[in-house]
Nanobody, 126 residues
Framework: QVQLVESGGGLVQAGGSLRLSCAAS????????VAWFRQAPGKEPEIVTY????????YYADSVKGRFTISRDNAENTVYLQMNSLKPEDTAVYYC???????????????????WGQGTQVTVST
């Protein structure tokens, strides 16, 4: 059972940056695909970004392209989300999700990820 712990959230002014971390409890995490989802108040959760096990395959939602970067350090069992040029509409609880199952496509749905972190709040003020 892999446990995921997110950190790095907080309050930042519009235009600022934050880096989120998702640390896993097991080394097998290096073979898992990982995504970041977010849920804003009153909205459905949405996938923000994804990274394959090797770090080569990535996906970004249109709303964050060019501003967010996902990366992973498999030696440290950690995935990072660098968020730049933050906007008030980025305010949400951000969740790290991981799954060990290999797929020929990028999993986009929440039910395609078996392991979840507890979430970290990101608040962007105007």
């Amino acid at each position: 059972q892999v446990q995921l712990v997110e950190s790095g959230g907080g309050l930042v002014q519009a235009g600022g940056s934050l880096r989120l971390s998702c640390a896993a409890s097991q080394r097998t995490f290096s073979t898992y695909v990982v995504a970041w989802f977010r849920q804003a108040p009153g909205k459905e959760p949405e996938i923000v970004t994804y990274v394959g096990w090797s770090g080569v395959s990535t996906y970004y939602a249109d709303s964050v392209k060019g501003r967010f970067t996902i990366s992973r350090d498999n030696a440290e069992n950690t995935v990072y989300l660098q968020m730049n040029s933050l906007k008030p509409e980025d305010t949400a609880v951000y969740y790290c999700a991981a799954d060990p199952r290999p797929r020929r496509y990028i999993p986009m749905r929440r039910d395609e990820y078996n392991y979840w972190g507890q979430g970290t709040q990101v608040t962007v003020s105007t």
